[in-house]
């Protein structure tokens, strides 16, 4: 048996803006063209990660992602809503950046 070409994944999260994202498909090779084509069908971005997309596959459906997974998720998350031109309430995205101090805490301290 040729290894050669792993089984292409994907999985779809669903994110409601209250509760952690939840995992709504997921598919291998014919299903996972299928849950892709759906995605480009209703234009809903696609983020392109085999580890990640490994890790969410071991996820039954309806479960929400681990906690931490949260912060790589809501990157995600955020970034696609940039596509889509939506932006969090209060959120100017012409305004000017404004700076901020910010200070790394190592384990040193």
């Known amino acids: 048996m040729n290894n050669a070409n792993p089984p292409r994944q994907a999985i779809a999260l669903k994110y409601d803006g209250q509760q952690a994202p939840t995992l709504t498909a997921k598919g291998d090779d014919a ?4 849950i892709l084509k759906l995605a480009r069908e ?13 890790l969410l596959a071991r996820m039954e459906l ?25 932006f969090p309430a ?18 040193d301290y």
Do not use: M, Q
């Open 62 to 86: 309806g479960d929400s992602i681990p906690e931490e997974l949260y912060r790589t998720i809501a990157e995600i998350i955020a970034f696609a809503w940039t596509l889509k031109g939506k």
């Open 31 to 34: 299903l996972a063209e299928a």
């Open 42 to 54: 209703n234009e809903v971005p696609i983020y392109e990660n085999a580890e990640l997309v490994k």
């Open 90 to 107: 209060g959120y100017d995205p012409h305004a000017e950046p404004v700076e901020r101090d910010v200070t790394e805490r190592g384990d």
